[in-house]
């Protein structure tokens, strides 16, 4: 292959790093998206936590304790009826699963390639 269009390795090196630095900025800017979009569900989460909170207390202070301990064990029965659901339906999904087989395959490095181009 003539000189004339075979890229050096300085010019490699240089269009590596423009490309790093493409692939930072993008990264970042879509790190940041998410850190705003973390930040809104924490406010979102944290503000009904805090009114589940305030709204158990005023009921706590209003219904009596059998009616507010039978609400909650309803609840809990629930969650566990749901909970009991999500697990069969995993291991029906997963029921067939034995091995997951995982194969990695490198590319070709490019210092090897033109390496071997060198020496014809």
């Given at each position: ?10 010019a490699?090196?240089?269009?590596n ?46 219904a ?57």
């Amino acid at each position: 292959m003539s000189k004339k269009f075979h890229r050096s390795s300085k010019a490699r090196r240089r269009a590596n790093k423009i490309n790093m630095k493409n692939k930072n900025v993008n990264s970042s800017c879509l790190e940041t998206f998410f850190e705003c979009v973390r930040f809104q569900f924490g406010l979102l989460f944290g503000s009904l936590i805090l009114l589940s909170i305030v709204n158990f207390y005023t009921l706590a202070q209003t219904a009596p304790l059998y009616m507010l301990a039978a609400y909650y064990g309803v609840c809990v029965v629930v969650s566990l009826f749901a909970l009991c659901l999500l697990q069969l339906f995993v291991n029906q999904v997963c029921a067939n699963i034995s091995s997951v087989e995982i194969t990695v395959s490198y590319d070709a490095d490019e210092e090897d390639d033109d390496s071997d181009d060198d020496d014809e």
